[in-house]
């Protein structure tokens, strides 16, 4: 009898953790290629004979598609389900993969990773987990946010130093197999455990009050001579309105914010200086100086395991800062640390340049947490998810024009340096720009906000 009461009395893991575990699974997934592509550039050059403009063009290509998809594919999940576009997402991921291992020429190489990774990787982007995030947490949003974002990394941790390996070894034929098949397998385990809404199980987001309690708004705190952020009247739903339209809809809507173009200035020159950067260059960046492949594959790795902590600490501290302030330090000192790159990097890894794995990787994507909570502050809940869609579509665009703007670098110059040095600069610009954020009052769940300063 008393262990029938404890069993009844213990409590359940709620239904949000096994939504968010999946979560992070599909983040994983999407990020193992993503990674790969530093690593399989010079493998690809050699095997093929294609030069760097070649392979850095179809990664940029990539970059590109992976971000303009993101605010669609934000869109698709409103009118078709998180679960049915994800479980199609990974399919493609695992189908563009696997194809490059019969590809022959160079347009191969760009419609498989240009296009259908893109977007298959871009439909399990960021804004996937912003959108999972704000449906089944109300409690913890920010930490979740962050651990998502740490995905990415965990991913390029997981993944890479392997892919470098079987690049150097069997060939990167194996390595492109490696990630098709992770892929393809986590079909059927999202299609067993995600769901679209807390609802759809019977149950409340985490944290939430049950839905027989009211629930009691914040109160507007006057400030004078504040002027309310513009609201756009409620349109179509995503399931009555079509996924382009409510993308493009929401584009007009926000773009009338002077913070959306902020947010979206900012998040581009995120990219720039980490996925078209770091992520795309420092591999053959540190081959120029000598440096084995296996080596700056696992310094790249490295940066992933730092940045795990430092996105994770990043969403803590998005429930309790202003992420204005934290937007501004994270890209502030991400910028002083890629002024030093050039003078760091050499045929072995020295302490200085360890220094730097560490403090780049606790400050990788950092940003991602407070740039999701300003959307939310400043669009609402119904919105933010698409409009951060649009800003990590900057994020990725940037990413791409880094790619290719890196790359030409290298062949008209021989080196990266003035890759570094523009990156630097941007980054400075960037922690400039997010402290002219207006302020939000009473931004829970994006209700009853209004903004302290124009």
Known sequence: MTATVERATRPRVHRAWWVAAVTMAALIAAAGFRSSTGALL??????????????????????????????????????????????????????????TLVMTSPWQLWVLWGFAVGIGTGSLALVFGAIVANRWFEKHRGLVVGVFSAASSTGQLVFLPAIARLAEGPGWRFAAFLVSGFALALVPLVWWLLRDRPEDVGTTAYGAAPSDTPVELPVEVPVPGAQPLPV??????????????????????????????????????????????IGTHLIPAAHDHGMPA??????????????????????????????????????????????????????????????????????????????????????????????????????????????????????????YFSAWMTAGGLCVLAAALCLTIPRVVGERGGAQRRAVSR
């Open 294 to 415: 296996t080596t700056s594959a696992t310094l790249l790795a490295t940066i992933g395991i730092f940045d795990i902590i430092g996105t994770i600490a990043s969403g803590w501290l998005t429930d309790r800062v202003d992420s204005r302030y934290l937007l501004c330090g994270y890209y502030f000192f991400r910028g002083l640390s890629l002024l030093a790159v050039p003078y760091l990097l050499g045929p072995h890894v020295q302490p200085s340049l360890f220094v730097f794995i560490v403090f780049y990787g606790l400050d990788w994507v950092a940003t991602v947490p407070p740039t999701v909570m300003l959307c939310r502050q400043h669009f609402g809940l119904e919105r933010s998810s698409v409009v951060f869609g649009w800003v990590f579509a900057a994020h990725m665009v940037g990413a791409g024009v880094a790619a290719s703007f890196a790359g030409w670098i290298r062949t008209s110059q021989g080196d």
């Open 42 to 99: 010079v493998p690809l050059e050699e095997d093929f004979g294609w030069s760097r403009a070649t392979t850095s063009g179809a990664v940029s290509l990539n970059l590109i598609v992976y971000g303009l998809t993101a605010p669609f594919a934000a869109a698709l999940m409103e009118r078709f389900g998180v679960r049915r576009v994800v479980a199609a997402s990974l399919t493609l991921v695992a189908v563009g993969s696997g194809l």
């Open 232 to 277: 756009a009247p409620p349109g179509p739903t995503a399931q009555s309105e079509g996924a382009a339209r409510v993308a493009i809809r929401v584009l007009k809507e926000s773009s009338r914010s002077r913070t959306f173009w902020i947010l979206f200035v900012t998040f581009w020159i995120c990219g720039w200086s980490t996925n078209g950067l």
